[in-house]
């Protein structure tokens, strides 16, 4: 019977030989060998130690042999250390802790009662000194049984029957909303949504909600998941005409009750507003796809090829057309299954002629977006095309073994590329579910391992032109990067979840506008990306301050501000309706 056997004890002295813990029976086995004067191996089984570790127990012991095996006696052993003296502060503030507990105060109270009264202690201190006065913790409280002091404030809840438009002055950090607020009324902002008719209720209207949520998608922050922290902001509650921003619970429900087949309305009224606007509208259009990844589990979502990650992962796949002359996307459509996305191009199309009453001009797109078959269907509609045809083994293999005599040079116009005299093979080719020629370009020289394959049915235009137009077609990808990024509609785990519907038609929309507002700026911003408008024009704070006839936003000294004055912002009040008719003026340094 070794370590652990004491319970069996009945004779006083076993007391010795059975030890309780490890030090005493190291104790007992040493004091046997080198006392007792017992074998190594006697020893070392009595008190259950192989041989080997014994003999290690006893070379460590002749290395020490002043080896503590007893705790020292702390009234009468002059060596025990003393015990740390309790700190004088804690001494003196024994009392009135003790007074505060009695009170009823939790720790926290006591902490801030103590700071109150110019003698702080810290939490870990004062429960210190509870313990040792034998304090047990408080039960859990109800608010109203807790002593009165500062306590959370509730913010207000969204109600657009207590908007608030008495005069008075405050600071908002969402000022650039307000350069926004003029394209809102021009384009019957109020009336578009009447017509597309989303919902809403009597304390938030379907045109405060959408207002809210296409606010939160212009401001630039990143996804709604610090919605939270604009909830106070009386600036954002001002542009949405509400008290206060909706919470994000209201958010996410509200993307939810908006039928899937009012987006298409929507869309098509929202762009036939811009285009009233001034928005122009282009001939070419720029279509891909792009998978929205979604990061959950246990939901139903296929899986999709994500090509900044170079592989297929659960996600939701969304279409977006992008005018090639404007670079504003025009179309979009979210959440489409794999068997039918050969034929959104289809859908696209038919799209702009019910919009526009004719059908687009020409489209251009990557291999993957469509099939031979939905080729045809738009060369006999008249719809030209520009595409990429599949690098097969077989076609690679033909084009490397053919004659040199085969290919010829050519010099490309845009003298900005860094390869601008590549090598061509242009035939034309049949296709199978393809009626009639197509004309194929094989080119070479352009900074790819592998010849690039363009498929077209413009027969007569030149292959330099082709080649140099197609490569704007990469432009669609920084835009698609870019409503990603700044819009950030790339985030379905966010805090906010949106319906993916909901949050792409948000996109085309604040994108729109950020083309709108580049337009009335003029030169390079007509073309810039939203974030380097926003980094310049809209991101700031502004003052305002409400009178009886006018709401007055008024911008610090800002880089950028002549540009905006020399676009006239500062002239021509706007009477706004969802302010009581009150105009807006804008004020710059």
Not at 39 to 47: D, G, L, M, N, Q
Not at 329 to 342: E, P, S, T, V
Request: aromatic share 10%; charged share 25%; proline share 5%.
């Amino acid at each position: 019977m070794f370590i652990g056997d004491r319970y069996k004890i009945t004779d006083p002295g076993q007391a010795f030989l059975l030890p309780a813990n490890a030090t005493h029976r190291q104790y007992e086995a040493l004091r046997a060998y080198f006392v007792d004067k017992k074998p190594s191996h006697v020893a070392a089984a009595t008190f259950g130690y192989s041989a080997g570790s014994f003999r290690v127990l006893c070379h460590k012991f002749r290395q020490d042999l002043t080896q503590p095996f007893f705790l020292p006696d702390r009234h009468t052993d002059k060596r025990a250390p003393n015990p740390t003296p309790e700190p004088a502060k804690t001494v003196r503030l024994r009392e009135r802790v003790v007074e505060l507990r009695k009170q009823n105060f939790s720790i926290y109270d006591i902490v801030r009662t103590l700071r109150e009264d110019g003698t702080p202690l810290s939490a870990p201190a004062v429960w210190a000194i509870l313990d040792k006065q034998g304090f047990a913790k408080l039960p859990r409280r109800r608010d109203e049984e807790r002593p009165v002091g500062p306590k959370a404030l509730r913010t207000a809840t969204a109600d657009a029957r207590l908007f608030d438009l008495s005069p008075r002055e405050f600071r908002t950090d969402f000022g650039g909303l307000f350069l926004f607020v003029p394209m809102l009324v021009s384009l019957g902002c109020d009336r578009l949504i009447d017509r597309v008719r989303l919902p809403g209720t009597e304390m938030v209207p379907a045109s405060c909600a959408m207002r809210s949520l296409l606010g939160l998608k212009l401001i630039g922050s990143a996804r709604h998941s610090h919605v939270m922290s604009a909830v106070c902001d009386e600036g954002l509650a001002l542009f949405a005409g509400l008290n206060v921003i909706p919470k994000r619970s209201f958010l996410t429900e509200y993307s939810c009750r908006i039928s899937p087949d009012r987006y298409p309305v929507l869309m098509q009224e929202w762009f036939d507003a811009m285009t009233a606007l001034g928005l122009q509208r282009g001939t070419s259009f720029h279509l891909d796809f792009h998978t929205i990844p979604f990061h959950g589990e246990d939901a139903l979502v296929e899986k999709h090829y994500v090509s900044k990650r170079s592989r297929s992962q659960k996600g939701v796949l969304a279409f977006l057309a992008q005018d090639a002359q404007q670079r504003v996307f025009c179309y979009a459509n979210a959440d489409i299954l794999r068997k039918d996305q050969n034929d959104e191009i289809l859908r696209f199309v038919e799209f702009w002629k019910k919009r526009t009453g004719r059908l687009p001009e020409e489209l251009i797109f990557d291999s993957k977006l469509t099939t031979y078959a939905n080729l045809d269907a738009l060369n006999r509609l008249g719809i030209r095309f520009i595409t990429l045809r599949r690098r097969t083994e077989k076609i690679v293999g033909e084009l490397v073994q053919g004659p040199d005599s085969a290919w010829r040079q050519i010099q490309l116009t845009n003298l900005t590329r860094a390869y601008r005299t590549p090598s061509i093979i242009d035939k034309r080719i049949e296709l199978d579910d393809y009626q009639g020629e197509l004309r194929q370009i094989a080119i070479t020289d352009l900074g790819h391992d592998q010849p690039t394959l363009l498929l077209t049915n413009q027969m007569r235009r030149s292959a330099s032109d082709l080649i140099d137009h197609y490569a704007k077609r990469m432009l669609i990808e920084n835009s698609i990067s870019d409503g990603i990024d700044f819009f950030h509609m790339d985030a379905l785990s966010s805090a906010v979840a949106l319906k993916v519907n909901c949050d792409l038609q948000l996109t085309l929309m604040g994108n729109s506008l950020y083309r709108m507002l580049g337009t009335y700026i003029g030169g390079s911003y007509e073309t810039a990306e939203s974030r380097h408008i926003f980094r310049d024009l809209v991101q700031g704070s502004a003052r305002i301050a409400i009178s009886k006839d006018e709401v007055h936003v008024q911008f610090g000294k800002r880089a950028h501000n002549p540009l905006l004055l020399g676009a006239d912002f500062a002239k021509s009040p706007i009477k706004v309706p969802w302010w009581g008719g009150r105009r807006l003026t804008l004020g710059f340094g």
